[in-house]
């Protein structure tokens, strides 16, 4: 595997572009599918979702500054590109973020790309219920195992504002699957 440093130097160059963002593809692409996909829910949304996501990537890659590693720089497009998404769904769909999620996670029954059983989908459910930067939190940390310095980065969010939103959705979460 290509050091970062040097996989960014060459995504900068433009001799070497093309080839160095084949690699960052093949390095990130199944990890950004799937933090978009537990956000999105859907199969064919997450694939649109990811594909505007490298593309704004490498529109923007001579704009990373550096500051972070690349793929938390490449998390937070994601996320902002899941979140625009979403926000464009619903009112295309004259709905709210949150009946649009409901939606989302009744049509997860039918969908032949989830592979959960009943209890995931308990789960996914649990999710939808919490506010969306306590979900995004959530599914950072517990399925991702992204660490509270790595969500930092990617949220742009304090340490300790994190941990309290992750311990307020743990229990939001635990109390509606023992209340369902």
């Not at 990130?28 to 990811?50: C, F, G, P, S, T």
């Not at 926000?87 to 592979?115: C, G, H, M, P, Q």
């Amino acid at each position: 595997m290509i050091q970062e440093e040097q996989l960014i130097k060459k995504l900068i160059s433009e001799k070497n572009k093309e080839l160095a963002f084949k690699e960052l593809l093949r390095l990130y692409k199944e990890r950004l599918y799937w933090h978009i996909r537990k956000m999105v829910l859907n199969h064919d949304d997450a694939d649109d979702v990811l594909q505007n996501t490298f593309i704004k990537v490498y529109q923007n890659i001579q704009n990373f500054k550096g500051e972070s590693k690349i793929y938390s720089w490449m998390y937070r497009i994601a996320t902002n590109e899941a979140l625009t998404f979403l926000k464009a769904k619903a009112k295309r769909n004259n709905n709210s973020t949150e009946k649009e999620r409901e939606l989302a996670i009744r049509n997860l029954e039918t969908d032949v790309y989830f592979e959960g059983d009943e209890i995931q989908l308990k789960l996914q459910k649990a999710i939808a219920t919490l506010p969306e930067k306590q979900q995004l939190v959530f599914n950072l940390k517990y399925f991702d195992e992204t660490t509270y310095e790595e969500l930092s980065e990617i949220l742009e969010t304090s340490v300790g504002a994190l941990k309290s939103s992750y311990h307020i959705a743990v229990k939001k979460i635990t109390a509606y699957l023992t209340e369902n």
